[in-house]
């Protein structure tokens, strides 16, 4: 069993792996099972390929449909990056809400120079805002149980229309996958359902929200906004790049030490189980 990854994977279960090469995804005819971090694959550049490991829970970059036309297995990360990715989605509702990222800097400056009465950054209130969750499965409910702590209300779109959910908001965070159907859903018009003074954080996929209509937003100053997570990473549009109201991180809601562990774990057994003509724990197709 020939193994190619394109990286190494961190975590003590990467080293049960036999015989594993990195390198980049170039052609050859001997790779049997590919291990790579939710990217494009092209099927007639690996013959003999069998299995895509996916060290990832979102799986939009690699085409499943084509994968299971040829017989190739797929298989994700799932339910072991719920934890931090709610951490992260409220660590960036935090941030943006009370403008952290902009008083660290103005502090790092030098120019602070007023007492704290003078302000000169006043956010927003957290606890007893109106939490909208878009896309309700494992991450958005981990988010929701967190909320409680914020006494926050919490709507979800598994209940609430999701243009009533925008409209009374005073949060919205998305946690859909990326597909056709979801490509696009935070539009233009839909963001202008947002009051004004509302906070949009996007840890799931950058495309589900259009991106120069929240840029058009932000520098009107109507919005803020944590966003991990962009619609072509790793470019950041320089408009975005210079706005004071938005925090930036970049695609670090799983990067957790722990949880980057437990997602090789997953990948190793994925790999192990087809080494054994096993079934694969997490197999998409």
Do not use: C
């Amino acid at each position: 069993m020939k193994i190619l990854a394109t990286r190494r994977f961190p975590g003590e279960a990467w080293d049960e792996l036999p015989d594993v090469e990195i390198g980049p995804l170039e052609p050859r005819d001997d790779v049997d099972v590919l291990i790579v971090a939710n990217e494009a694959v092209d099927f007639a550049a690996f013959p003999a390929l069998r299995l895509i490991a996916n060290f990832s829970v979102g799986y939009d970059r690699i085409d499943v449909a084509g994968a299971r036309e040829r017989g190739i297995a797929v298989t994700n990360t799932p339910g072991v990056l719920d934890a931090a990715v709610a951490d992260l989605t409220f660590g960036l509702i935090i941030a943006a809400r009370r403008r952290i990222v902009e008083g660290d800097a103005h502090v790092r400056s030098g120019a602070w120079e007023s007492g704290w009465a003078a302000g000169p950054f006043l956010g927003r209130e957290v606890t007893g805002a109106t939490l909208g969750i878009v896309g309700y499965g494992r991450i958005g409910r981990a988010v929701a149980r967190r909320a409680q702590g914020f006494e926050m209300r919490v709507l979800h779109t598994r209940e609430t229309p999701l243009e009533q959910l925008l409209a009374e908001s005073d949060v919205v965070t998305v946690h859909v996958p990326l597909s056709p159907e979801t490509t696009g859903l935070i539009s233009r018009g839909r963001l202008a359902l947002l009051a004004d003074g509302a906070t949009l954080v996007n840890t799931a996929r950058g495309a589900v929200v259009d991106e120069e209509a929240l840029i058009d937003e932000l520098e009107r100053g109507r919005l803020s906004a944590g966003l991990d997570v962009f619609a072509h990473e790793p470019h950041v549009p320089e408009r975005l790049r210079g706005l004071p109201n938005v925090v930036l991180t970049p695609h670090i809601a799983s990067a957790a030490v722990e949880t980057r562990a437990a997602m090789t774990r997953i990948v190793v057994d994925n790999v192990l189980a087809y080494a054994r003509g096993e079934e694969l724990p997490t197999r998409v197709v």
